[in-house]
């Protein structure tokens, strides 16, 4: 069973300041088919990243993805209010399966 | 703009059946290949499986295969979800998605909530 793990489960910071979230996968993603999603309360999750590194259309380059084989990280260079928000990430090279999540909150 | 909007949620008991749509606007709907996808309270989402453009290829996983069916109607940019048989451990707000290709979704609804609990 193929196991997205994700770090930390909250992470708490000011507008300004540099998030980094982990996600680490139980065994090699294929091809480095991982992406990343946004997701608010009561709104449609929003694809990212894919592809480990690929910005999706209109995603704001402080967003960037990272990684390779087992180890994936999403940073967002300087925090913006519209930003706080849960992130999970997702491997596609095995089936489909999604981490349970980094919530990003205002310190 | 692309735009998914699912309906029919609500609660039902064990053992019930439930059918929910989803009604694709804003791009190809009857080029795209369309997953469901669930999510559990306090849980990470779950992807129950996907379907091909033109309805003739399904699939589930494991949790739901032989319970849920999988339908699209292209003439009405309608996607359909069939849930048979519902448990308790069904509960969840369930979306549907677009696939963006190798099974990453680039566009997702706002989800409708099922409850099964008698």
């Known amino acids: 069973e193929f196991v997205l793990t994700q770090s930390p489960d909250t992470l708490s910071l000011s507008p300004g300041e540099r998030a980094t979230l982990s996600c680490r996968a139980s065994q090699s993603v294929s091809s480095s088919y991982l992406a990343w999603y946004q997701h608010k309360p009561d709104q449609a999750p929003r694809l990212l990243i894919y592809d480990a590194s690929s910005r999706a259309t209109g995603i704001p380059d402080r967003f960037s993805g990272s990684g390779s084989g087992t180890d994936f990280t999403l940073t967002i260079s300087r925090l913006e209010p519209e930003d706080f928000a849960v992130y999970y990430c997702?491997?596609?090279?095995?089936?489909?399966?999604f981490g349970q999540g980094t919530k990003v909150e205002i310190k | 703009e692309v735009q998914l909007v699912e309906s029919g949620g609500g609660l039902v008991q064990p053992g019930g059946s439930l059918r929910l749509s989803c009604a694709a606007s804003?791009?190809?709907?009857?080029?795209?290949?369309m997953s469901w996808v669930r999510q559990a309270p306090g849980k990470g989402p779950e992807w129950l499986g996907n379907i091909n453009t033109d309805g003739s290829q399904k699939f589930y996983v494991g949790s739901v295969r032989g319970r849920f069916t999988f339908s699209r109607d292209n003439a009405k940019n309608s996607l359909y979800l069939q849930m048979n048989s519902l448990r308790a451990e069904d509960t969840a707000v369930y979306y549907c998605a677009k696939d963006a290709g190798y099974n990453h979704f680039d566009h997702w609804g706002q989800g409708t909530l099922v409850t099964v609990s008698s």
């Open positions: 997702q491997q596609y090279g095995s089936s489909v399966t």
């Open positions: 804003g791009f190809a709907f009857s080029n795209s290949w």
